[in-house]
């Protein structure tokens, strides 16, 4: 029995000091080099409740993933049918928002056919009828691709976001899905709001796209906008007055080249006006690309496209090799550094919406740390009081044990790197509550036994025994609804149940394991035969 209650002495001050060491980085941020240096230094997180920020619920605009596909595939049809010499007529849009193609002979139509079947699984006919003599078909993604296109968006919604926030600098965010189309973002401690939702929410599709110089921009703006052609506008800041004008530009809508090609983006600082400017570098097939663009291009003007935007369209004096190029536009530093991160973080699939927008200062975050904590210390000092002045001696025994179950909680949270939020608090407050309820349940057993006279070392035995499966069903079915709540909840929900789960199973270790070493230590160790309870 001696070396039994060594072991578990021994087991139970291991965990406890490895509690320690992954808890004293929160209590103290004055620890020792050679600490730093090999010992754990991550403090408790703090939720977005706790230390203020931003919480923001997005909504992913899948309908326009499936859209862009569609737009996209429709173009390569068209660059396969010319290829194919097929005869046709692209009316873009013109049923029920669907690409249309008119074809004018039955000849053109078989050979439309063939084709969408062989190179286009993805695409089906929406509508076809006859007009004049002509047949006119539209186009629509199959429903099982458009839904794993919409199911893509997202995912690839929330990597992006993940990665831009990542790149952004914030500590601890917190970025998960919620329903078919929606994501929720947390992001504690951020002191620009505004900053962070331009962030977040920018498409940052980068475009390179030929000027059209073959045909009017004035004739375009009055409707007469060529086949092939868009309008788009260069932003120009006048460094003289300061403001910033839109002038019209006619662009190929067919793109050259998209941001996936890109490698890496950096701000740098130009000779010229020392203003910034982003620099960015394409992958090995961006470089291979963009050496042929330009080579193929000389004395023709490149756009340079942001989300519709023209930043510049620089006249292409040579062919360009290597892979590197320049976003000018007169930027202001924050603005370069911000486009930047979405540039290496990449677009996103679609436009993302604000659906629900709150900010928590960091003031109020502070004011619950302090009366949260005041709520749990007279809280766990008034049990404390009630179990000795109950109890007696075996109440300090419990009163111990609570204090190791506060220790191991709070060493845990540290060391899985779990948040702690306002209702995370309420958790703790009610695991105090289920620690001493264990320990009373046990006390009250070991009571009933001495009244039957059995000895000291009899009732000890008898009390856990009769008191550990109340104990196990009450925690098991608690924890049960802890997990739960962890797997399904979000946010405030979440915190409440990470500290009830971690809670939980240390209050089994300390109420059952830890106080039967100290009864079996006084029993068999020390000899009594009598204790006050």
Known sequence: MFRSIRLRVAITMVICLAALVYLAPSLTSDLPALWKQYLPTDKIRLGLDLQGGMHLVLEVDTAKAVETTLVRSANDLKETLMDSRVRFRFLDRLKDAHPTFEFPDVASRDAFDKILKAQYPDLEEASSETVEGKARVALKIKERRAADIRKMAVD???????????????????????????????????????????????????????????????DALRGNLPEGSMLANESRLDRTTGRRTDIPLLLKSRALLTGDALENARVQIGDRFGEPHVSIKFNAQGAKDFDRITAENVKKRL????????HSAPVIQERISGGQAQITGSFTM???SDLAIVLRAGALPAPVNILEERTVGPSLGKDSIEMGTWA???????????????????????DLALCLNMLLLLGTMAAFKATLTLPGIAGIALTIGMAVDANVLINERIREELRLGKTLRAAIEAGYAKAFLTIFDSNVTTLV??????????????????????????????AIFVTRIIFDHLVWNRKLDRISI
């Open 334 to 336: 924050e603005e370069a």
């Open 156 to 218: 690839q919604s929330l990597e992006t976001i993940r990665n831009r926030v990542d790149q952004f600098g914030i500590s601890e965010p917190e970025i998960i899905p919620q329903g078919e189309d929606r994501i929720i973002v947390q992001l504690p401690g951020v002191k620009d709001p505004a900053r962070a939702k331009g962030l977040i929410g920018r498409t940052a599709l980068l475009e390179f796209k030929l000027v059209d110089d073959e045909h009017s921009v004035e």
């Open 481 to 510: 609804a802890a997990l739960f709540l962890f797997g399904f909840g979000t946010g405030p929900v979440k915190g409440f149940a990470v500290t009830l789960t971690i809670g939980i199973v240390a209050s089994m270790f300390t």
């Open 376 to 398: 749990s210390i007279i809280g766990g000092i008034l049990v404390l009081l009630f179990m000795v002045l109950y109890y007696r001696a075996t109440g300090l025994i419990a």
């Open 303 to 310: 756009a340079i496209v942001l989300d519709g935007v023209v």
